[in-house]
């Protein structure tokens, strides 16, 4: 957890038998947040673990995409994922509960990313720091439709409304994209827990210190969500390149 949360609504799945790894926060300050996120990790790896036994799940809608049949087997359990929790939210103890996600999957040379809600994705390479995933929250869509000057994003109340989330509708939209990541790249996921309290140049920083392992970073990256008020829980997974095709496959969350 945080600093302040008495239940970690984070969940976790680092799978690399499946080449996958995914974030998921339940969604803060409705019920059951915790079940939710949870169910979706189990959702999508029990998906896939059915995948490497040679008997994968049925499509549950046409997926008329240019991509991977992988990617489209990604998308397939992610809709699998937000049926199970929508159906689930229908019960009173579970009303309205939700999670996001943000997913990674690897193949051949390149890596498939994809989410729901405000769990990012970033991918650091040669000083830069970039977001590969999109920001599903109110504040987002303003701010693209030039309603929020960039510079007065962050502070806004319609910052933590998100437009998309797992299981609170029938049918989900979610985002994915391929991205080729060069040798000596990091990409990193995480709940908001950590953007919410620390800024992308303090990541930036912590990435780029040569000085220190990849798992230590995971931890200074924690400390210093910590830091910035740690009224969330934090989760942070970081995958490094390190040659084309070869990945580095790690670690780890961490609860308070």
Not at 113 to 141: C, K, M, P, T, W
Not at 165 to 180: H, K, P, Q, S, W
Not at 185 to 205: H, R, W
């Amino acid at each position: 957890m945080g600093l302040k949360r008495k239940i970690n609504e984070d969940s976790l799945l680092m799978a690399p038998d499946f080449g996958l790894y995914l974030v998921a926060d339940g969604m803060g300050g409705h019920k059951a947040g915790d079940v939710a996120s949870r169910m979706t990790a189990k959702t999508i790896q029990d998906y896939w673990q059915k995948m490497t036994e040679g008997n994968p799940p049925p499509f549950l809608e046409e997926i008329d995409r240019n991509i991977s049949l992988n990617a489209k087997h990604l998308l397939n359990s992610i809709f699998l994922a937000n049926r199970i929790v929508y159906e689930a939210q229908k019960k009173p103890q579970y009303h309205r509960m939700g999670s996001t996600l943000a997913a990674l999957l690897l193949e051949d040379n390149s890596v498939w990313v994809a989410n729901v809600g405000d769990s990012l994705i970033y991918l650091f390479y040669d000083d830069q720091l970039r977001q590969v995933s999109e920001s599903h929250s109110l504040e987002s869509e303003q701010k693209n439709l030039g309603m929020i000057d960039p510079e007065e994003a962050g502070n806004s109340l319609f910052r933590h409304i998100l437009t998309r989330a797992i299981g609170l509708r029938e049918r989900v939209d979610v985002f994915i994209t391929a991205i080729e990541p060069k040798p000596g790249a990091t990409i990193l996921l995480c709940s908001d827990g950590l953007t919410d309290y620390t800024s992308e140049e303090n990541i930036k920083t912590v990435l780029d210190d040569f000085t220190i392992s990849l798992e230590r970073k995971v931890d200074v990256l924690i400390d210093e969500a910590k830091r910035g008020g740690g009224g969330d829980n934090i989760t942070v997974l970081l995958v490094e390149i390190l040659e084309q095709g070869k990945w580095d496959k790690f670690k780890k969350r961490l609860k308070f």
